[in-house]
């Protein structure tokens, strides 16, 4: 039976009492074993959703209306929390130790991963030593979000993963979300209605017991999912 990470009861929100709703009287949950899109074009809410999962998740604000059934989330949001003046392996090693308590892995099985999800974006092994402000935006993407994955928290969440990622890595993108679903929940931010198609094809063409699923935040955002069977 599949496990209920995210729930949200009834959740309104606005800025200011004369504004309009962003959301208004919003319920839908985000199960384990799923890949969970939410599409809409800039200003539409996304990143205000994104900030009441995480100040729920930190502080509990929007207690009674947000319900998180998991101790293990990530948020990938941006680069400012990487060392820039330390290299890859430094980021991702520290990163990895701060988060231990919510990960499954040994540090033998931390460099195996390692090398696993470079090999997926056809990384070199010598981008390791280099330092992040010798990176591109594309590899510092793509480095934010191998650090997040080798922590192998029970959701992530991910705003915009597919800027600066050329075609072949956001294919090796989708991949990994459906090699790791059963693993890792995953809620993706962003305004490519494309990738729904995309991905369905991956996993029709995988084989995998995946059912879609469609719901109307507001009338600019929609939630995608597909949950395992």
């Given at each position: 039976m599949l496990k209920s990470?995210?729930?949200?009861n009834n959740f309104s929100f606005r800025y200011k009492k004369e504004e309009d709703y962003i959301f208004k009287d919003v319920s839908f949950s985000i199960f384990s074993k799923s890949i969970n899109f939410v599409i809409g074009k800039n200003g539409?809410?996304?990143?205000?959703?994104?900030?009441?999962?995480f100040y729920n998740y930190i502080y509990n604000f929007y207690?009674?209306?947000?319900?998180?059934?998991?101790?293990s989330i990530g948020f990938i949001r941006d680069f400012h929390n990487?060392?820039?003046?330390?290299?890859?392996?430094?980021?991702?090693?520290?990163y990895f130790e701060l988060s231990k308590g919510n990960q499954m892995l040994n540090n033998q099985e931390f460099y195996k991963y390692i090398d696993l999800f470079f090999s997926y974006f056809s990384i070199k092994k010598d981008y390791l030593s280099k330092n992040i402000n010798e990176l591109s935006f594309g590899y510092k993407q793509k480095i934010l979000i191998i650090r997040e994955l080798i922590t192998f928290k029970e959701l992530i969440l991910i705003d915009e993963p597919f800027l600066g990622l050329d075609y072949y890595s956001y294919c090796a993108f989708l991949k990994i979300l459906t090699d790791f679903y059963n693993k890792i929940s995953f809620i993706i931010f962003t305004q490519n209605p494309n990738v729904i198609l995309d991905l369905q094809k991956l996993i029709n063409e995988s084989k995998l017991s995946l059912e879609l699923s469609e719901l109307k935040l507001n009338s600019d955002i929609t939630l995608f999912s597909f949950k395992g069977i």
């Open positions: 990470l995210l729930i949200f539409s809410g996304k990143t205000t959703l994104i900030k009441a999962i207690q009674g209306f947000i319900k998180i059934n998991t101790n990487f060392y820039n003046n330390l290299t890859v392996l430094q980021n991702l090693k520290l």
